[in-house]
């Protein structure tokens, strides 16, 4: 298990997405490579914008899918941290189910 301190890279308001592309490519992706938890702690961070997390987990997840959550944690959330995270997994895995639906797949929403 790996964690990820955010206040630690980005401080009370993560913003820059350069540091959360970082976290993507040398934390997230090589962690989910090998079956390894990757635990994201928010803990301190007040705030964050979409484009941070979009630029930590989105690719992630439209590559893996929804089974790449099984592997990430996300610890120590503000509820507006909280809803900004849930926002971008939603339209992430959107993302992904319209890819499916283009390449044939079948639409199993409601």
């Known amino acids: 298990m790996i964690t990820v301190g955010i206040f630690d890279l980005a401080s009370d308001f ?3 997405k350069d540091v959360a592309a970082k976290v993507r490519d040398t934390k997230i992706r090589p962690a ?15 705030l964050t914008t979409q484009s941070f997390i979009h630029a930590m ?6 590559v893996k899918g929804e ?13 507006g941290v909280q809803g900004i995270i849930e ?7 959107e993302t992904t189910e319209d890819k499916d639906l283009d ?4 639409d199993t929403r409601p």
Request: charged content about 25%.
């Open 14 to 16: 993560a913003e820059d």
């Open 32 to 46: 989910l490579e090998v079956g390894e938890e990757v635990i994201l702690d928010f803990t301190r961070v007040d």
């Open 57 to 62: 987990i989105s690719d992630v997840l439209r």
């Open 67 to 79: 089974e790449a959550l099984d592997g990430i944690a996300f610890k120590g959330c503000q509820q």
């Open 87 to 93: 926002t971008v997994i939603q339209y992430s895995l």
């Open 103 to 106: 390449a044939g797949g079948s």
